[in-house]
T-cell receptor, first 117, second 111 residues
Framework: EAGVVQSPRYKIIEKKQPVAFWCNPI?????LYWYLQNLGQGPELLIR????????DSQLPKDRFSAERLKGVDSTLKIQPAELGDSAVYLC???????????????FGPGTRLLVL | QKEVEQDPGPLSVPEGAIVSLNCTYS??????FMWYRQYSRKGPELLMY????GNKEDGRFTAQVDKSSKYISLFIRDSQPSDSATYLC???????????FGTGTRLTIIP
């Protein structure tokens, strides 16, 4: 079974430029999460989707961040414009209510490492 | 003060030793407790999941939850070099889907 796929793995951009990250969750997983992980810190939730609906985006900085999950499968997270402080790892995870362990078993992708210069 | 506190380490122990990793928390609403392992440049993977207080064992790993003290632990027996990673505790409340993670403890097992 393929895991959560993210691309790109690494991205270097200059500040004020836009950037987009893509995530393909595990097939059949209805819940998708985007997390931000700063160096030496644990992941922090940015947004959670149930199918195509964003049910928790309270931590998403909406002035510059946006996300979408069209058709309830793949998802894209965008930053426009990027700032120096956005340098971090952006993790995507997915889970399924029908899995043993339910939502506690969040499967994470490898992340996109963003560096803003 | 953070809701979840975890000593970032680094922690280095010899191969075969018993490792103890801990987290404390302040939110009494937390009911579900998890330990994730994260290798360098990889995403976290779930190791252990415990509901409420008590112990849970899986192979060389044992998770303990003491809700009265707001303290959780992960023990690794017969530690192996392949256990070298960052270990993250995570927790959430009943009916709240948001996971709150600790900062992670970086562990190195020395052969």
């Amino acid at each position: 079974e393929a895991g959560v796929v993210q691309s790109p793995r690494y991205k270097i951009i200059e500040k004020k430029q836009p950037v987009a990250f893509w995530c393909n969750p595990i097939s059949g997983h209805n819940t998708l999460y985007w997390y931000l992980q700063n160096l030496g810190q644990g992941p922090e939730l940015l947004i959670r989707y149930e199918n195509e609906e964003a049910v928790d985006d309270s931590q998403l900085p909406k002035d510059r961040f946006s996300a979408e999950r069209l058709k309830g499968v793949d998802s894209t997270l965008k930053i426009q414009p990027a700032e120096l402080g956005d340098s971090a790892v952006y993790l995507c995870a997915s889970s399924s209510d029908s899995d043993r362990g339910g939502r506690e078993t969040q499967y994470f992708g490898p992340g996109t490492r963003l560096l803003v210069l | 003060q953070k809701e979840v506190e975890q000593d970032p380490g680094p922690l280095s122990v010899p191969e075969g030793a018993i490792v103890s990793l801990n987290c404390t928390y302040s939110n009494s609403a937390f009911q579900y407790f998890m330990w994730y392992r994260q290798y360098s440049r990889k995403g976290p993977e779930l190791l252990m999941y415990t509901y409420s207080s008590g112990n849970k064992e899986d192979g060389r790993f044992t998770a303990q939850v003491d809700k009265s003290s707001k303290y959780i632990s992960l023990f690794i027996r017969d530690s192996q070099p392949s256990d070298s990673a960052t270990y993250l505790c995570a927790m959430r409340g009943f009916g709240n889907e948001k996971l709150t993670f600790g900062t992670g403890t970086r562990l190195t097992i020395i052969p």
